[in-house]
């Protein structure tokens, strides 16, 4: 299974809104509800930040949303805060596998 | 609480086996729709999917190491286990595992697997 595609960097002013895109084909992220989004400041293990697509966790802030649209999954960040300078990380299950794919990693830039 | 500690060597040389413990509390290895998955993740390079255990011991691994990887569980031990053989310089990365948990999408309908809470991670070297 190939990886999933995403931009290697994004940047935005505190505040403003950003997006990060990962694409996939019809197998993983445009068949099933499975993709999720992990937040890997530096030096530290990824945490879940949204599950099957559009979720949230208990305490992860509304800022972070998500969403699906064909064979490619999107994370947006609003109010962008310098906290939220990390790479972010999207994942799909393979049901017809049962394994699980990543995407290539986006690091985001809070100038 | 949720938690997931990874042990094992920090060095081993090329050629070797590595063994790899996952050692989990606040959740059973026996509990239904529940697992453990092995990443790893090359110094500043991507993460990558090597293997998971359910609850009900389906194993399933990566299709680029999955004849070198074994997977197996103590659910008495609340342990995971990983083996890889013949360990290279590029196995080089930080292993981490994560626990599988089933979750409601948003239809409410349909129950899919995630990856939730992960360990810190174990930084392990291949080299002579």
């Known amino acids: 299974q190939s990886a999933l595609t995403q931009p290697p960097s994004v940047s935005g002013f505190p505040g403003q809104s950003v997006t990060i895109s990962c694409t996939g084909t019809?197998?993983?992220?445009?068949?099933?509800?499975?993709v999720s989004w992990y937040q890997q400041p530096p030096g530290t293990a990824p945490k879940l930040i949204i599950f099957?697509?559009?979720n949230r966790p208990s305490g992860v802030p509304d800022r972070f949303s998500g969403s699906r649209s064909g064979n490619t999954a999107s994370l947006t960040i609003s109010g962008l805060q310098a906290e939220d300078e990390a790479h972010y990380y999207c994942?799909?299950?393979?049901?017809?596998?049962?394994?699980?794919?990543f995407g290539g990693g986006t690091k985001l830039t809070v100038l | 609480q949720v938690t997931l500690k990874e042990s094992g060597p920090v060095l081993v040389k090329p050629t070797e086996t590595l063994t790899l413990t996952c050692t989990v509390s606040?959740?059973?290895?026996?509990?239904?729709?529940?697992?453990v998955s092995w990443i790893r993740q090359p110094p500043g390079k991507a993460l990558e999917w090597l293997a998971h255990?359910?609850?009900?011991?389906?194993?399933s691994f990566g299709p680029s190491l999955k004849s070198r990887v074994t997977i197996s569980k103590d659910t008495s031990r609340s342990q995971v286990v990983l083996n890889m053989a013949n360990m290279d310089p590029v196995d080089t990365a930080t292993y981490y595992c994560?626990?599988?948990?089933?979750?409601?999408?948003?239809?409410?309908?349909?129950?899919?697997?995630?990856?939730?809470?992960w360990g810190q991670g174990t930084l392990v070297t291949v080299s002579s």
């Open positions: 994560a626990r599988i948990k089933y979750y409601y999408d948003s239809s409410g309908y349909f129950e899919v697997p995630q990856i939730d809470s």
């Open positions: 606040g959740f059973s290895l026996n509990s239904i729709r529940m697992g």
């Open positions: 255990i359910f609850w009900n011991d389906e194993k």
């Open positions: 019809s197998s993983d992220v445009g068949f099933y509800n499975g």
């Open positions: 099957a697509v559009s």
């Open positions: 994942s799909s299950y393979i049901t017809s596998s049962t394994l699980w794919v």
